[in-house]
């Protein structure tokens, strides 16, 4: 109520002033905190996702030069393979 319940209650005005001005903050406070949870819980996914992703690129490197080393796929044929990936990547 700001001025009008000063004016009216004086003290107890104030008083009740304050009260609502402590619950907004109150308020303000959990929400950034839940914010900050969901954040910390998107960070950690991200790294999961980060780890996963560099474990399969080391599984795939490992596959094609299995593959190369036993003649299954020749380094031409990676060549071509690669060469299409990266020009499908820039359309």
């Known amino acids: 109520m700001g001025w009008g319940r000063t004016l009216l209650l004086g003290d107890i005005g104030n008083r ?3 009260a609502d001005t402590e619950r907004d903050i109150a ?12 954040d910390q819980a998107q960070d950690e996914r991200l790294r999961e996702l980060e ?3 560099d474990q399969l690129k080391l599984y795939l490197a490992s596959l094609i ?15 071509a393979f690669v060469d299409f990936i990266d020009a499908d990547e820039e359309r």
């Open 16 to 18: 009740l002033d304050i």
């Open 27 to 38: 308020g303000l406070r959990s929400r950034l905190h839940s914010q900050d949870r969901t």
């Open 51 to 53: 780890r996963e992703n």
């Open 65 to 79: 030069r299995l593959l190369v080393s036993k003649g299954t796929l020749s380094h031409d044929e990676l060549t």
